[in-house]
Structure formats: C-alpha cells, structure tokens
C-alpha cells in the first residue's frame, strides 16, 4: 500500500515508529508536513501539490495533526478524503476531538461516564458557577489546552474563584470540573484501535503533582483495566468517531470517568511502558480498512508532476 503519514516532524517516536511499522510490512509510506501542502479545490479534480509536485496515487493517509495547526491540518486531511483516500481518523473527527466542549457534549450524549462539568465564557459570577460544580476544590481548564498546560486546581472557594475571574480577565472559555480527587494523580489512557484497547497504562503526576501527563513529569506504567474501563474507552471512541485514539479516564468513586479523548495519542509512553507495539497493530488496521486501488491512480506513481495547462 501507498500511506501518507501527515506530519510536521518526521523525528518524533511516535512518527518513527509508525514509518518502521508500515515499511516492515511492505508498504511504501511518505511524510508530508501539511502546513507545505496546497489545497486545489477544482470541481471535479481535487488535488493537493506539495513540493511542486501533485501528491497522487495513495490508499491511505495517517493524520498525526498537532494541536495549534488543526485548522489547516485537517483541511488538507479532508482533502485527501475529497480525493477517496482512506482516512486513519476522519477529519471531522479529529476536528471535534480538539475541542473539549464538543467532544464533552458527544460523549454525555452517549452517557460515556464523565466528571461532573460547567462550562463558561462569562466568569462575572465566578460564585454561582463553582456552585453548580459541586463546589471547591474544582479543576479549572482552558477550552483549548494540552499537555497538562492550562489545567489548573483550585482548592479552595477563594482560590477558586481568583482562578476564574483571572481567566475571565483574558477573555477565554473556560471549563470548571469536579475534583476527582481519590484519582489520586493518576490517570488511565487507553491506546484504541478499532473495536480493540491494544494497550492501557497508569499514568502518575510528578510528586505535589495532580496532574498525570508525561509532558509534565509524570510516569507510565503498564495496567491491567477492568472491563467497566474497557466499556468506556470503547464507548467513547465510538461517540467520538474515532478509528485510533488515547482515551484518558480516571478512577472516580462512581467508577471511571472520561476527562478528554486524544486522536493523536503519543505511542513513546504507552509502548515503553507496556511492550506493545502499538504502531504494528495501527498498520494492521490500515490493512484492514483502506482500500487499495480506490483512488483510481496510475500505480506506482507516488508524485506525479503536473503538465502544464
Ligand atoms: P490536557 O488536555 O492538558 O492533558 P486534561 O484534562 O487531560 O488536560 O488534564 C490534565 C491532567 O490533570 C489529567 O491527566 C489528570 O491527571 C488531571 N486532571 C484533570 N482533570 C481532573 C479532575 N477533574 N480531577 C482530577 N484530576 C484531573
Ligand atoms: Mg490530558
């Protein structure tokens, strides 16, 4: 098969390994940095140039789109989807993923079970707003935070409040969530691929730590998860539309709750920890669902120079 790996940094574990996964298996698979992609909408011919060439001839593309660039990102990932490729995470998909509010809302639809959550743009009454979260300590999240950054506990109802009020100061979406605390630190991400969870880990905060992401300091470890925790991940993957992500739960007393769903889940952490080889069994699935030929190409031609007209 003919793969394009949509990335920015061919460098990256999780890039390195997916390139060694699909070339151990025989498939021909490029990097192309979406950001130096061009999109041609042309009635009929949509096409994609990059590097002055037209990209042509792939049967599946697998989007590893950072946070701050989905916008284009994905708009170059639904281009290949104009174009019949196969999509490893549609770009809607991924679209919806991005955005904690959405997704939040997607996955309460489907009675994934979450932690409780208000979500707020006006944060004048910072009082009734903590109310309707149960009240301190609360977690206060920035709408479009990652790795642990804008993530911030508020311990107290003055704490709280100061936290709010300081992020309504900047003009922001927030979101305030009940304190899960006999999460104690942890958390579980489990890596899906298709109607499976290949792999789960325990991750920990760094120490006076309540956060868990590895970027923050925190350390993995390998998990075995009950099957209430399988449910879940499945579940809410499911809601989200997502073929490949990392759902990250936690351990509440009224049993797992879904805090985001990742559809670019990192594979350094969880393969280390585990000893799987999650980036194979991701390749495996493109096998599985991508349909060689579809894009009705000239075989063999990977990029093919455009004739001038
Ligand atoms: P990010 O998208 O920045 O990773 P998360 O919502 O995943 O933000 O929060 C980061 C970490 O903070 C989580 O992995 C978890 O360890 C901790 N955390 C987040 N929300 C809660 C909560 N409601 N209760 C307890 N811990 C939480
Ligand atoms: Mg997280």
């Given at each position: ?21 699909a ?9 192309i ?41 994905t ?28 997704s ?34 609360v ?10 950054i ?8 003055k ?53 868990s ?41 009224a ?51 455009k004739?001038?007209?």
């Amino acid at each position: 098969m003919k793969i394009a790996l949509l990335c920015r940094n061919a460098g990256l574990y999780s890039h390195k390994r997916i390139i060694e996964a699909a070339e151990k298996r025989g498939h021909d698979i490029d990097v192309i940095d979406h950001l130096r992609c061009y999109i041609d909408i042309a009635p009929h011919n949509p096409e994609i140039h990059y590097n002055g060439a037209t990209l042509t001839g792939y049967d599946a593309v697998i989007p590893r789109i950072g946070a701050s660039v989905t916008f284009f990102g994905t708009a170059v990932l639904r281009q290949f989807e104009v174009m019949g490729v196969y999509p490893l995470n549609e770009s809607v998909a991924i679209a919806r993923s991005r955005d904690k509010l959405r997704s939040m809302q997607l996955l309460s639809r489907q009675d994934v079970g979450l932690p409780v959550t208000v979500f707020a743009h006006r944060t004048s009454n910072a009082e009734e707003l903590l109310e309707i979260a149960g009240g301190a300590p609360v977690v206060i999240k920035l709408l479009e935070g990652t790795q642990g950054i804008g993530v911030v506990l508020g311990e107290t109802p003055k704490a709280a409040e100061s936290i709010i009020q300081a992020f309504g100061g900047v003009n922001t979406n927030i979101l305030v969530q009940q304190f899960v605390k006999e999460a104690n630190g942890e958390d579980i991400r489990c890596l899906v691929v298709g109607d499976k969870v290949v792999a789960a880990m325990m991750r920990k905060g760094k120490e006076g730590d309540f956060r868990s992401n590895l970027h923050r300091g925190g350390s993995a470890e390998s998990i075995k998860i009950t099957p209430k925790e399988r449910a879940t991940a499945l579940q809410a993957a499911k809601a989200m539309g997502l073929n490949v992500c990392g759902v990250d739960m936690l351990r509440s007393n009224a049993g797992p709750v879904v805090m985001e769903v990742n559809s670019s889940p990192g594979l350094e952490g969880v393969e280390k920890a585990t000893g799987i080889d999650v980036a194979g069994k991701i390749i495996e699935f493109v096998e599985k669902n991508a349909k060689p030929g579809k894009t009705g190409t000239k075989s063999g031609i990977t990029r093919k120079r455009k004739s001038a007209s």
